[in-house]
């Protein structure tokens, strides 16, 4: 996953990113990804504005734009409006736009009792916008992360791409999901009542896991972006970095393993516009080990305050 933005590709071959994205796109196809910052420090979406600056950036002919939604670090949401602007600004400039949708059912502050808020796919942007998908707008999913299946490996494409639905068939042969793992998801998938039960509970869960990350900052003092949904929070401590340098934010990652044996990750590895920020996974943890870390990160934060 990427900086919850927008990513443009073209042909041009380019070093290898730290991201998981990049380095799918860059094994198998050796394109340039260029990042386009989709947030900022008070949690607004950018526009799309901002994408013009990644495609002047690219040298040779820009493909695609690869939008991640919800936000991965972030976890926020994209408008219904971004979204229409992203896909019409995409089309005047011949780009197809891909929209990896995989937390889509994790959304816990969005599905939260009283909100009236609820994910909205660039699938269903474009029906109420009377527009088609067409063949250049293609959306990802998978059950890692919504069902916590990341060990099933099992995803889909939704496009109305011939050629990409050709291609997909040819990979499919060496990379076909077993046959015991689609008859285990297509028995989970038949009951719409478990599912609708587990992504509430899910989903609860979710909220429980948040708060607790949550009540650490607010009590630390330190910014954050409140995320919409996902399994992280976006966390700026800036201010325990001597200069705006990856080295100073690898340092202070690795004072915080030393001292607390504590490991978050850098901002860096989502290629954010400022260094600095570190994601926390409230979700990957047990409770009790959710409670301990942002104990730890306390403890870090105080003593680090009081020294300076």
Not at 271 to 283: E, H, L, M, P, S
């Amino acid at each position: 996953h990427h900086s919850g933005g927008a990513e443009g590709t073209h042909s041009k071959s380019s070093s290898i990113d730290q991201n998981a994205v990049n380095k799918t796109l860059q094994l198998s196809a050796g394109p340039e990804v260029l990042r386009s910052d989709t947030h900022s420090d008070t949690g607004r979406n950018g526009g799309v504005s901002e994408n013009g600056v990644c495609v002047s950036k690219c040298v040779g002919k820009p493909r695609l734009v690869f939008l991640t939604h919800p936000g991965n670090p972030t976890g926020k949401h994209y408008s219904e409006e971004e979204l229409i602007n992203l896909v019409r600004w995409a089309r005047a400039k011949n780009l197809h736009v891909i929209s990896d949708e995989i937390y889509a059912c994790s959304m816990h502050n969005m599905t939260r009792p009283g909100s009236d808020r609820k994910f909205t796919s660039i699938c269903d942007v474009l029906r109420r916008h009377g527009e088609e998908m067409g063949s250049d707008v293609h959306v990802m999913w998978g059950v890692a992360k919504d069902f916590c299946l990341s060990g099933f490996r099992t995803g889909c494409v939704y496009s109305k791409n011939s050629d990409i639905h050709a291609v997909i068939s040819t990979m499919g042969v060496p990379m076909d999901v077993c046959a015991h793992t689609q008859w285990v998801l297509s028995e989970m998938l038949k009951d719409k009542e478990w599912v609708s039960r587990f992504f509430q509970v899910n989903n609860e869960r979710l909220r429980d896991m948040y708060a607790i990350a949550e009540a650490a900052l607010k009590r630390l003092s330190l910014p954050y972006i409140p995320p919409d949904g996902g399994m992280f929070v976006w966390v700026d401590m800036r201010e325990f970095l001597t200069e705006q340098t990856k080295e100073c934010e690898v340092a202070m990652i690795s004072d915080m393993v030393h001292k607390q044996k504590l490991l978050l990750t850098p901002g860096s590895e989502f290629r954010g516009k400022d260094f600095g920020f570190v994601r926390i996974c409230f979700a990957y943890v047990p409770k009790e080990a959710l409670v301990e870390g942002m104990r730890r990160l306390e403890v870090w934060v105080t003593e680090k305050r009081q020294t300076k």
